[in-house]
C-alpha cells in the first residue's frame, strides 16, 4: 500500500509462518463444557480441527462442512497409519453428550443444558463429513465470548486434560488469573463425567495424578505459564483456579500494581487488545481511564442513545477527546454510503483521512504483540466473507489492503465531521 518503508518479508513474517500460530475461537460454552462420557485426547484434537473449520469457512448446500482426512491428521498431529482407529474414534464424536457452559451461573447459561455437537457424521474412505447441532451453531460460527485456541499447541499435548487445561486458560491469559471452579466440576470438564470416578475420588490423587503431570506438560511447551491455586473449606480443597501468563514468563510476575491489573482487566473486557491498553496506561493517568471506562460503560448501557455498536473504539475517542473530563460528545456521523466524487483540482478530505487512517492502523498493529496480532488475524478473517481476502499462508496485496482499512474501521469506526474538521486544522497548520 506505501504507507510505510517495511521490507516485504517483514510484513509476510507479521500475518504468517510456516510454525506461526494457527488460532480460532473456539465459543465459551464449549470450552467450558462436560463430556457426559469418554473422551480421548485424539477425539479432543479432532473436535477442535472440525470446530476450526466450521468457524472459518461455509457448509455445502446440506449443511455438511468436509475435511479430508490426511490433512486433519497432519492438523492434529495423528502420526500413527492406524486410520480404523481415526475413523472409529471419529464416529464416537457423533454419540458424545456435552453438559455446556457447566462453569456459568445457571442463570446466565443458554437455555438448552446439554446435546450431541455432532448430530451426523459421514466418514468416506478420504473424507469426513459432519453437521453441526442447530442450537449451538450461533456459537461455533460467529461466538460473542471465546477462547483463542491454537491448534499448533494443542497437537504437541499428548494427555487428555493437559488439552483441557489449556483450553480452560488460555481464555484468561490476559487478565492473568482464572475464575475458581469445585475441583470435581474442574476434573469433570478436562476428563468426562464417567471417567474413572473412583480412581479420582480424592483431590489428592486427581492432583498428582492428573494435575500435576498436565501442568507441567502445558509449562514446558511454553505457549503459556499457569500455576496452580486452591481454595479450600478448613484443610479440605473446595476449589482450583489458576495464575496464567503468556509464553514463559513467571505467572507470579506483577509488572503492574493491583489497581493497574484491573484497568487492563476492564479495558480488555470492553474490548480493547492486553498489549494496547498497556500502553494506554502509559499514555494516561489511571483516574483519567478509570473515568472513561465508566463514561464509555455508561454509554454503552445507555437506553436513551443510539446502540453503541463499537465500545472499544469509542473508548479511544473518549480517551483522546477527554469526553470523561469535557462531560460532552460529538456523535453527528456523517450518512454512510458512496463517497461523493472528488471535485476536479480539489482534494477529497475524507479519502486523504482515510488514507492517513490507514497508515495509522498499520502503525498500531505493527506495535502489538504478535498474540494481539494473531486475535486481530482471526477476528478479521471471521468477519471476511470474501476467501480471497482472509488473510491466509501469505498475505496479497488484497488481503493486506482489505485487513488494514478493515482495522481502521474497527479502531475508529466510520469518520465524523469532528474527525474531519479536526483533520482538516491539522493539514492547514502544516501549510
Known sequence: MGTSPRPPEHQISLFMKKESPDPFRKAVQIVHSMPLGDLTAVQRKMSNNWLKKANSSEPDADGYWSIRID???????????????????ARALQRIVFAWDVVAPEAKRAKWISSVLYPDVEI??????????????????????????????V???????????????????????????????????????????????QYKVFKAKILNPSIAEINAEGAINIILKETKAGKSVEGVFF???KGRQPADAAPLDENETS????????GVLSSEAKRLLKEYSPKVIQATLAYTNERKTSKKAEKLENPPAYFRMALQRKWAINGEAVEDVEPKGA???????????SALYRTNQIAKAEAYFNALDEDDQQDLIAKYNGQQITPALRLKTKATKASEAA????LMKDLWGEPNAEDLLEYAQTLLSKI
Open 263 to 270: 484497568l487492563v482487566a476492564q479495558m480488555v473486557k470492553l
Open 339 to 349: 463517497e461523493p466524487a472528488p471535485s476536479s483540482g480539489k482534494p477529497n478530505l
Open 243 to 245: 495464575k496464567v501468563a
Open 403 to 406: 485487513f488494514f482499512q478493515w
Open 124 to 153: 468416506t474412505a478420504d473424507t469426513i463429513r459432519f453437521r453441526l447441532s442447530e442450537p449451538l451453531k450461533p456459537y461455533v460460527r460467529n461466538p460473542d465470548v471465546y477462547a483463542l485456541i491454537d491448534e499448533t499447541v
Open 155 to 201: 497437537r504437541k499435548y499428548r494427555r487428555l486434560a493437559s488439552i483441557g487445561i489449556y483450553e480452560h486458560c488460555v481464555r484468561f491469559e490476559k487478565v492473568g488469573t482464572t475464575t475458581t471452579v469445585p475441583w470435581k466440576t474442574f476434573r469433570d470438564i478436562v476428563l468426562g463425567e464417567s471417567a474413572s470416578r473412583k480412581t479420582y475420588e
Open 71 to 89: 490433512e486433519m491428521t497432519i492438523d492434529i498431529g495423528f502420526n500413527s497409519k492406524n486410520r480404523k482407529y481415526l475413523k472409529d474414534a
